[in-house]
């Protein structure tokens, strides 16, 4: 209960590393959210899920390049950390920003890197060579950094959810926390990179969920589901002239290919006018 009396007037802010372990050492329950930053609603929930269970709220906003396996990406990647701060605050829930530089997180700290084994070489890690791998290592660090109890994940990267939890939980005795995507009116997940898209962009990415939440209802009575999911990837090609990298049904207890509903979801990855989304449904 005395969460409801915490004060967020004073939400700090880290630059480095040495200030992080300075302000941290006294706090035991921690909750972390770790971001690339363009702040939105779909972070700000995960936030307010810390802020519930957690005696500390921790957000950091690092662009980690090394996850990006496209440098025009990563360039090109939304930055607005005075907009981002200004957000965090006002949402009354964050008591630490940790805003690091590159070398607070790669310098001097020799960590073995995390690879991924060829089972798990699918969907985003099959098409982005490396990109997990990065994504690992700033956790693995970052997580040595803040020592949480808790990790909140957004479902949207489920597979990115399901690598941290594989690999880092035991770990750190930590516990990752899957939270549910948020989503424009029109249905479309909250994404920073929505920012890059134009506004019939963004129409056009919600008549697609639409149609994918169609396909997810007509699926169950399809005898070979993966088979049926190709046509529709090919027809969805034509229609938005949209290049779909994968659209699959995976079992999310273990991210294998499914021909049953249950415990199934759709996972689909496409470009937009050069701009690469995922979802899941
Ligand atoms: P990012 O800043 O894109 O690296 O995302 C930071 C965290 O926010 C990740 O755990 C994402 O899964 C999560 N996230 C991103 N978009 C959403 C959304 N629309 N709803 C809920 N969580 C999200």
Redesign the pocket.
Known sequence: MFYLFKDFTQMKILLNKTSLTKSLRHFSDIGF??????I????L??ISKSNQTCHKTVVSIFVNPKQFNNKKDFKTYPKNIKKDLKTLSQSKTVDFVYIPKFKDIFINNRKPKIKLINKDKILCAKFRKGHFEGVLDVMNRLTDMVRPTKI??????FQ??FLIKKHLEKKYNTNVVV?????EKNNV????RNHLLSKENLILAGKIVRKLINVKKNIKNKKNKNKYLLTVKDGFQKQFKIKIEYLELRDITNLKLSNVINKSRLFVAYYLNGVRLIDNL
């Not at 997940?189 to 920073?192: D, H, T």
Request: charged share 15%; proline share 3%; with cysteine.
């Open positions: 959210v770790p971001t690339m930053g363009s939105h609603k779909g972070h929930s995960l909140f994940m957004g479902n949207k990267d990115q959810f939270c549910k995507t948020i989503r997940a909250l994404s920073s």
